[in-house]
């Protein structure tokens, strides 16, 4: 799947109906930079958008996912080629879902082996406090990078409007959370919630 292509075809077919990424945004109850994300090819529109978008536009699906027009004789043959396409994609967001689990848990693992080790192997004093501290930072860096992997699939749904929030790593990263549900504001209805992160399916 070319995400280029797809990105200059939604800017294409925005611009030709006159709409901003403001008003785009608006109208699929997403965030201005996520329009601008997808326009710019670092991502494409999650699964259950795509019949919005359609509508918006007033093309089809397997357009949409070619980034371009096309001709209905070629339409069929293309369509089976999005349908597998789109799978890829979910395939790949549940392989990314599993590593930052997978990188979470041995982090876990690790840092309350290290720690259990230093209190029974190392004397107490500044060894022992030094010790604990390089364990923290190596615990700790594994689960920035779990958190950039949370971020890139899926979405947060915010409790009020039940809109998408699609936030930054920064954001992310400084939000109250449990698990994967983080304390967020909505760009929607500006409340803030705590939004559970959802998969498409």
Request: hydrophobic letters at 55%.
């Given at each position: 799947m070319d995400y280029i292509k797809i990105g200059k075809f939604i800017a294409e077919e925005r611009k030709d109906k006159g709409l901003t990424q403001a008003k785009l945004a608006e109208q699929l109850f997403v965030s201005e930079k996520t329009v601008s994300k997808w326009e710019n090819g670092k991502g494409v529109p999650e699964t259950d958008l795509l019949p919005k978008i359609c509508e918006i536009f007033e093309i089809e699906i397997n357009e949409l996912l070619s980034g371009e027009k096309i001709q209905k004789e070629d339409a069929r043959q293309k369509e089976t080629l999005i349908l597998d396409m789109a799978k890829e994609i979910e395939q790949k967001n549940k392989v990314i879902w599993s590593s930052m689990w997978v990188i979470?848990?041995?982090s876990l693992v690790v840092l309350l082996s290290g720690l259990l080790i230093t209190a029974f192997f190392i004397p107490k004093g500044v060894w022992q406090i030094v010790a604990i501290v390089l364990l923290c930072v190596v615990f700790l860096?594994?689960?920035?990078?779990?958190?950039?992997l949370e971020v890139s699939v899926g979405k947060y749904k915010c409790k009020k409007c039940g809109s998408e929030i699609v936030p930054s790593y920064s954001q992310a990263l400084c939000a109250m959370h449990y698990g994967t549900t983080r304390y967020l504001k909505c760009p929607k209805c500006n409340k803030h919630s705590w939004c559970k992160k959802e998969l498409d399916k």
């Open positions: 979470i848990s041995v860096l594994p689960c920035f990078y779990a958190l950039k």
